[in-house]
C-alpha cells in the first residue's frame, strides 16, 4: 500500500506548558527577576525540534481555556507544528513550569501543574486514530501514564498503530508528575484503577507496569539509566539495552549524560558514541533536541551510527544555548558542526 501524502511525519502526545526560564544564570529561582517565557513540554519540544529539521509534524495536546493556552498554540503554529490536536481544557489551568540554571549539570526543574494539567485530560474517544496510524513516527512519553484519562488514550494510541514502525516510547520518568505514591515503585495503585486498554494489569499497577505495558507496544525505546531502571529494573546501559529489546523493541536507546550515549537494534548493530564537547547552558533542552533529530534520521533511513551522531550534534547545540523550544537547531547548524567535527 502506499504511504499517506498527508500523513505527519511525527505526531507526537503528552505534555505541554509554559516555561519561564530566568535571564540570568547561577541564581536561586527566588533571586531572579527576569525571566524568558517559551512554548514547553518534552513532547512538544520534540515536535518542533523535528520541525526545525523539516519534517512536517503535530501534537496531541491539551492546554487550559486561558491566555497562557492561546499563546502557547501561537508558538506551535509559529514553529509550524500542527495544533489542530492541540485542544483547550477549561476546568483546568495552563501549566507552568520555571527552572533553576547552575551550569554545567545542575537545572532543578518546578512544575506548577495544579490541581490536574489539561494534557492529563486527553481521553481515548478524542482520538485521531487514522492519523496516528498513518504517522510515519509516533512518539508518547512515560508521563503520559501518569494519570487517567491520559493513560487510557495513551495506550490506546499505542494499540492502534499495531508496533508498527517507527513507535517511540520516550520512558521520560518524572515521578513528582506521578500521583502521591505512586512514585516510589511497582506495587502503588494507579490513580482511580484500570481501565480500558491496560486494564489487565490490575489494580496493583504501579509506574512500572505501567511502563512495561507501554513497552510491549513501541518499536523504539529511549530513555536515560534511572527512565531504564523504571521500565527494566536495569541501570547499567547495555543491561538496560538488552532489557529493553527483551520487552520488545526493536531499537535501545540509552542516554548516558556526560558518558554519552548507546544504541543498540534487534538486528545486532550497537553504537556508543561520546558526547559532543560543548560549554553547557542549560542542559534542560538537549534530550528532546535529540529525540526529534533522532526521528529525523530514522526517517531518513540513515544507518544507525549516523543518526545517533547527529541526535547527540543537535541535542549538544541545545545545551549550549538559554531556553528549550526556540534553541532547536536547524539542519544546517547541526551540519556545519558535524563537518567541523569539533564541539559547540
Avoid at 141 to 162: K, V, Y
Wanted: glycine content about 14%; some cysteine; aromatic content about 8%.
Amino acid at each position: 500500500m502506499a504511504a499517506d501524502p498527508l500523513a505527519f511525519d511525527l505526531i507526537t502526545m503528552g505534555r505541554i506548558g509554559v516555561d519561564l526560564y530566568p535571564l540570568k544564570t547561577g541564581v536561586p529561582l527566588g533571586e531572579a527577576d527576569t525571566f524568558g517565557k517559551f512554548l514547553g513540554g518534552s513532547p512538544t519540544n520534540v515536535a518542533v525540534a523535528a520541525a526545525r529539521l523539516g519534517r512536517r509534524t503535530a501534537v496531541i495536546t491539551r492546554t487550559g481555556a486561558d491566555p497562557f493556552g492561546a499563546y502557547l498554540r501561537s508558538e506551535l503554529r509559529g514553529f509550524g507544528v500542527d495544533d489542530r490536536w492541540a485542544g483547550e481544557v477549561a476546568a483546568y489551568p495552563t501549566p507552568v513550569t520555571f527552572c533553576e540554571i547552575f551550569p554545567p549539570d545542575d537545572f532543578p526543574l518546578y512544575f506548577y501543574r495544579y490541581p490536574k494539567a489539561p494534557d492529563l485530560e486527553i481521553a481515548a474517544d478524542e482520538l485521531d486514530l487514522d492519523a496516528v496510524r498513518a504517522a510515519r513516527v509516533f512518539w508518547m512519553t512515560g508521563t503520559g501514564l501518569s494519570a487517567e484519562p491520559s493513560r487510557t488514550a495513551t495506550l490506546a494510541a499505542l494499540e492502534a498503530r499495531g508496533r508498527s514502525p517507527l513507535t517511540v516510547f520516550d520512558l521520560d520518568w518524572r515521578p513528582m508528575l506521578w500521583p502521591s505514591g505512586e512514585g516510589a515503585g511497582a506495587g502503588a495503585a494507579p490513580e482511580g484503577g484500570p481501565a480500558g486498554p491496560g486494564a489487565e494489569a490490575g489494580a496493583e499497577a504501579g509506574p512500572g507496569e505501567w511502563y512495561r505495558r507501554a513497552l510491549s507496544l513501541a518499536t523504539v525505546a529511549v530513555g536515560n539509566a534511572q527512565e531504564c531502571a523504571i521500565a527494566t529494573g536495569e541501570t547499567e546501559p547495555y543491561a538496560a539495552a538488552r532489557a529493553l529489546l527483551a520487552v520488545g523493541v526493536e531499537l535501545a536507546v540509552v542516554k548516558r549524560g556526560p558518558a554519552g550515549v548507546l544504541a543498540v537494534h534487534r538486528d545486532g548493530t550497537v553504537v556508543e558514541l561520546p558526547p559532543v564537547p560543548v560549554t553547557v547552558v542549560n542542559g534542560l533542552g538537549a534530550g528532546d533536541a535529540f529525540g526529534g533529530a533522532l526521528c529525523h534520521g530514522l526517517l531518513a533511513g540513515w544507518e544507525l551510527e549516523r543518526v545517533i551522531g547527529y541526535a547527540n550534534v543537535a541535542g549538544a547545540i541545545v545545551a549550549s544555548r538559554l531556553a528549550c523550544s526556540t534553541a532547536m537547531p536547524f539542519a544546517e547548524e547541526v551540519e556545519e558542526v558535524l563537518g567541523g567535527a569539533g564541539g559547540v
